[in-house]
């Protein structure tokens, strides 16, 4: 096996080593060392056709991540990482750019489609299956955006101001988590994080990713987020990507003045080697075992998994009704993701949602798209009427959430809002399924509709997944990973962008339930929160001590229906008496479990240190204190009728500033 190795390149050629040749590959040092092949994105291959890179490949659109966190399942997270790996070990790509797992502080982001949670607990260890599914197959990853890149406003400009405790317990423990999984490299962000790019930011690349977490692979930056390439090298990013010509100018001249050493460029160039290496050696792995249909499948389960029921009368399934009118143009072509980046180009022929409910109930069928004239509602309030159940079909796509700017607002266009309104009040019964990428504030309509589904930007397999949901033909059970506020001026920043200059990350490490737990708010939908056609009891709550920081907290969930299905149920933790603030509670452990009718299912969930420490700024690393910390167990974040605690009394010796 040849070793790409650094004897045998001049220092001009491991300089080239560290930026990109053209956007896509790794420099090849004249033909010394193999080039590794990066392609986007997370929820699919979005790859340049590298004959002709104006040409986007077609691949399997997945559902988008947080869909994909919607399923809390982490074995279909691994699933969904390997299809990705599939098709880039068939066409030839390298190094998958994904996970991302910046943190959802604000539903306004453009690119919260992309990233899992507002917890950085569930952000982390779906990010770190992910990275093992993706790299069981020898296809590398990219863990992004390192850091604090949490809205696309001014993303390239605007730095992120975050107090060291917030970085920690927030920003930064999904990468630390996932660092477990041995990423192969990490892509850093556009912005600058306390006032230096991370590009640059020696504290974040080199003291706390490599020093503190351990990372031992390659830094590269995101796609023009390097803006001094000398800096950059200092504070240890590895490649900068794309190519920049200002390496071969600017690099020579810093070493020839002893601004930077030939040590410093070796170390650097030694990460693009250990990379190309990585790729070489992982060969053996790269076997494809499933078909583009399989991997459709799998798009469909995984969606089917992830949509959440927000409301539900009865209404659904829809197994009695006889005649069903579906409205809107998004029932015959669906948004199946965000823009930028991340958006994936499938060639799949998208059957009409109509029509699979249709096929699926056997019920008579009408439709209409969206229409603004005025004549056309006289019609649409007919067929309302005339129906046994109306299906309304909204949302927004690319051209509303998208890397690259942040929505405006959360709620659905006005035309959108007002056909809720104005059918609702001639239909019998109302189903509404939102297909969008982020919280949508529904409090506008949300008492007009009998049913209310979140379908997300569920990819290709959007509508095959959701009429089965509808027709009963699967059973819900998606929750979610973010909460759904009533108003978007209930949120800690509101519409509030920051001034061109810092974004303050004043919340501190109150971010999403953290913060409507805090300030003690009403939401529309909780974190974890998510219905099923089952109904699902919680009891007998016991705590059994293992260790010293180590808890099994034990439930029963009994299936109280006559209809199967999944329960995902949460534990988390509050820490009764701190000397610092903490939140309210912590999400620690989750729980998926499939139930039968009228079967009860006993679930154990694992606490251990993580689940109680804190980042301590004065002693710079977690720590947790001795004292009571209550565990509280249930179906999302404001629904926990278990509730049970513990003692931690840990070695003296642990402990400091004891009151
Ligand atoms: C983009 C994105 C990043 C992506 C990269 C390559 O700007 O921020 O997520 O992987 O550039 O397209």
New binding site residues.
Partial sequence: MKKNDLKNLTLEEKISLLTGDGNWKTAGANGKVKQAW?S??PSGLRMHNPNNVSETLRATALPTCHVLSYTWDLALCYEYAQTIAEEAILNGADVL??P?VNIKRSPLCGRNF?YFSEDPYLAGIMGKTYVEGMQSKGIGT?V??YCANNREFDRCHQSGDVDERALHEIYLKPFEMIMEAKPWTV?CS?NPVNGIYASENKKLLNDVLRGQFGFDGLIMS???AVHNPVRAVEATLDLC?PYSPRYAEEIPAAVAEGRLSEKQIDERAQKVLDLLNKCEEAAPLKKVTGTKESRHETAVKIAREGMVLLKNDGVLPLTSAKKVFVYGNIAKNPFISGG???KVKTDFVQTPLHTLIGEKTGAQIEYEGANAWEPFWRNIYQKAYEADVTVITVGHGPETEC?GFDRSSIRLSAEQEDAILRIAAHANKTVVAVYAGSAVDMSRWIDAADAVVFAGFAGEGVNEALSDLLCGKANFCGKLTETFPLSLADTFKGGATGDGEADVYDDGIFVGYRYFDKMKKEVLFPFGYGLSYAKFEYSNLRIEKKGEYDYDVIYDITNVSSVAGKEISQVYVKDVSAMVHRPEKELKGFSKDFIAPHETRTVRVKLDFSSFAYYNVSLGRWYAENGWFEVYAGGSSRFLPLKGRLLLEADEKTQYSVR
């Fill in positions: 990066l986007d994105g750019l994904g991302g992309e990219s992004k955006h892509m556009y995101d796609w023009g990507m930028g980046s991340g890397e």
